[in-house]
């Protein structure tokens, strides 16, 4: 049966995680044709073999895909409507949940430390507490004790902000849009992968990182 007319649509990931060692062309793109003899075929190429010990990340070209592609089916038309590039990183097993669950944890602490003493160190610097005792002596007429009404209302006021500000109440989100943090993670991840991409074709080889 001919292929001449036959139409494949790739839509490759800018990155993908990988747990085992042989990636194929169905781990890193969804793919569309309507022959599903050729597709089960294409689905199965071949793309990389990870070595143990070896890089644990690779950078793979669209055109390589579709070069791929068209050596085992010469008169298909290959059509590409994802990204130019694709990121395949393998990763073990345990790393899935013991080793970022860990992660996690310490990028937490560390949040909460710098973030605790960032507002300290503000509040020292300020002088809130003669701040707030002034407002008070100005309000009342008096000066208050070491804790009163406006500590208490800056307190929880900076509490609810944060969590406003955050979209997050323990795992509970408040609204469905992304958070701050969210928001400059999806932004640092995709200036890493364009430095990888950009680095792989320069140095026209796989990354090691």
Do not use: W
């Amino acid at each position: 049966m001919g292929t001449g007319n036959t139409q494949i649509y790739i839509k490759a990931n800018r990155s993908v995680e990988v747990l085992k060692a042989d990636v194929y062309l169905s781990d890193v793109a969804s793919i569309v044709c309507q022959d599903k003899t050729v597709l089960a075929k294409v689905k199965h190429i071949k793309l990389h073999h990870f070595k143990d010990g070896h890089n644990m990340r690779c950078v793979i070209s669209v055109m390589e895909i579709i070069a791929m592609i068209q050596s085992l089916y010469p008169d298909v038309e290959v059509i590409s409507l994802g990204e130019t590039d694709t990121i395949i990183k393998k990763v073990k097993p345990e790393d899935t949940k013991i080793v970022r669950g860990a992660k996690t944890i310490f990028v937490a602490l560390i949040c909460f430390f710098g973030a605790s003493f960032t507002i300290i160190a503000f509040h020292n610097d300020v002088g809130i507490i003669e701040v707030f005792s002034r407002i008070y002596e100005l309000i009342a007429g008096k000066r208050s004790g070491d804790f009163g009404t406006l500590e208490l209302g800056y307190s929880l006021g900076l509490a609810i902000g944060i969590v406003v500000f955050f979209n997050h109440i323990g795992k509970r989100r408040i609204t469905r849009d992304p958070t701050p943090i969210e928001v400059e993670m999806k932004m640092y991840e995709e200036e890493v992968e364009k430095a990888l991409i950009d680095l792989a074709e320069k140095e026209k080889m796989e990354i090691e990182v």
